[in-house]
Nanobody, 115 residues
Framework: QVQLVESGGGLVQPGGSLRLSCTRSGRIFVLYTMSWYRQAPGKERELVARITGASSTAYAHSVKGRFTISRDNAKNTVYLEMNSLKPEDSAVYYC?????????WGQGTQVTVSS
């Protein structure tokens, strides 16, 4: 059974940085488009960043210039480097893997930005 395992969340002060990681079990990782979503309390889940197998990227307007998504296909891992964090970035961050009709979600990792 395919699993997505996330790590790297935590508590950070405004202006700080965190790096999230997500490792997908299974084969042919390179074919999957990998994404990070987030969901804050009382809000809908939103797309934060996406990277295709060819490493083409896209970002939500609210994080552009502050967050960077990358992938290491040899390690079946996608990363989200988050800089200049703001309190409004606080949310549970979810990893997603998509290829055709296959859509996998991680369990989520909490990011809290607070002084």
């Amino acid at each position: 059974q395919v699993q997505l395992v996330e790590s790297g969340g935590g508590l950070v002060q405004p202006g700080g940085s965190l790096r999230l990681s997500c490792t997908r079990s299974g084969r042919i990782f390179v074919l999957y488009t990998m994404s990070w979503y987030r969901q804050a309390p009382g809000k809908e889940r939103e797309l934060v960043a996406r990277i295709t197998g060819a490493s083409s990227t896209a970002y939500a307007h609210s994080v552009k210039g502050r967050f960077t998504i990358s992938r290491d296909n040899a390690k079946n891992t996608v990363y989200l480097e988050m800089n200049s964090l703001k309190p409004e970035d606080s949310a549970v961050y979810y990893c997603n893997a998509n290829f055709g009709s296959t859509n996998n979600w991680g369990q989520g990792t909490q990011v809290t930005v607070s002084s």
